[in-house]
């Protein structure tokens, strides 16, 4: 375990509710500062409703929630974090550069920032390697491109901290190599922590630290090692299998 206080994310107790169903049941952990950690589970245990609990647009959230030493949704958060949804956020009638534009000139605006601008939009086209199609519509871009707009939006303010959920659905595996070699580069030259979320277990594998989800819950907060030398498991799916297997033994001796 990593040192909690030390976290750039840190939950104690973290409950969330979605309509009549407590969706978190009580979460601790702690997320390492520079690291990537990875969110893994299955479709519906809860990664996306954790991730808008930290960036701080999910309502009924009771417990502790710390990020980057401030309560989760604190104002002062809102330039230090970027945040990618499922679905990308691009303006399809606008080229890869007026997106990235129109999102500089909310993060930073006025005339006197004009050319810091133009340098930020270049460094995060360039970033997620979409010069070539800067001046392409976004609308005429593959699902893959997209997302990358999407991930270069949320690159424009060098946030401290990067919340991804799902970045690589639906792209093929060469994509999705370009995007985890992306990461580790952000991580690595900007010492930025990056929270991604996932349900295809290879991609653990390229996490620096994993918290294992399922229905609500942690099951897991280790390093890739660890949770295979811990379950003698070969890969991270066979280790997250082992300890689903090792709770369904648990909640039924308990009933
Ligand atoms: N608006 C909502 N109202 C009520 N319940 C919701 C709402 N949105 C999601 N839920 C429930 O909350 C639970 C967690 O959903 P969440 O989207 O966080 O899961 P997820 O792990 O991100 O899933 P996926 O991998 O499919 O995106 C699910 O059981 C879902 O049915």
């Not at 808008?52 to 502790?64: L, Y």
């Not at 001046?135 to 593959?142: E, I, K, T, V, Y």
């Not at 999705?176 to 996932?198: K, M």
């Not at 090692?225 to 003698?232: K, P, S, Y």
Request: aromatic share 4%.
């Amino acid at each position: 375990m990593m040192n909690f206080d030390e976290g750039a994310i840190r939950a104690r107790g973290l409950t969330v509710r979605r309509g009549d169903r407590t969706v978190l049941r009580g979460l601790d952990f702690a997320v390492s500062p520079g690291r990537i950690t990875g969110l893994l589970g299955p479709s519906g245990c809860g990664k996306s409703t954790l991730m808008r609990a930290v960036v701080g647009t999910q309502a009924k959230v009771t417990g502790t929630l710390d990020v980057l030493g401030l309560p989760a949704g604190d104002g002062a958060l809102r330039a230090r974090i970027g945040y990618v949804t499922q679905a990308p956020s691009v303006y399809d009638d606008l080229t890869v550069r007026q997106n990235l534009d129109y999102f500089a000139a909310v993060l930073d605006p006025g005339r006197a920032r004009r050319a810091a601008r133009r340098e930020t939009v270049t460094r995060a086209i360039g970033d997620v390697d979409l010069a070539s199609h800067a001046d392409s519509l976004a609308g005429r871009l593959s699902g893959g491109q997209r997302s990358r707009v999407s991930l270069a939006v949320a690159l424009l303010g060098t946030p401290e901290l990067l919340v991804l959920d799902e970045p690589t659905v639906g792209l093929d595996p060469v994509l999705r190599r370009d995007l985890w070699d992306l990461f580790h580069r952000i991580a690595a030259e900007r010492a930025a922590t990056i929270l991604v979320s996932s349900h295809v277990m290879d991609e653990a594998e390229r996490c620096h630290r994993l918290l294992l989800m399922r229905d609500g819950e942690i099951l897991a907060d280790d390093t890739p090692d660890a949770l295979r030398a811990r379950t003698r498991a070969e890969t991270v799916e066979a280790a997250f299998l082992h300890l689903v297997d090792e709770a369904n033994a648990l909640q039924e001796s308990a009933r």
